[in-house]
């Protein structure tokens, strides 16, 4: 099963739903932004919580705009469209969740993303197979 970690933003308010079994459940979608620069676009998520990760959200008042990170497991469903034709999508079912407060890290230490990504990379010291000879 592919266990999936997502940060993104609520695309729209929600409330409990029950299921024909009478489970407490939330759907929504999340949107996350992948690359950057020029080349950075955005992708949809749709996300199912039920039972006490679904109450969890609703309580803690989780609305279209908030900025979350996700945790949870990567399902790929058929389902049919309006015109009657088929097709595929990815959801994610819940596993746990928090919200993300923008600028700070969980120590409480502010920082700043680097634009230029390979500026990181080289003080972190990654090693170039291609030019060294790995240990």
Known sequence: MA???I???VTADFEMKLSQKKNPYVRFGIAETIGCGQAARTQYVGVWAKNEPAAQLVQSKVHKGSRIWITGSLELESFERQDRSKDKRLKVW????GFV?????NFGESYQMDSDPGVLLASIGVID???????
């Open 3 to 5: 266990q999936v970690h």
């Open 101 to 105: 407060d923008s600028g700070k890290s």
């Open 94 to 97: 819940l596993d746990n969740w």
């Open 7 to 9: 940060i993104g933003r």
């Open 129 to 135: 197979g291609e030019r060294r000879k790995l240990p």
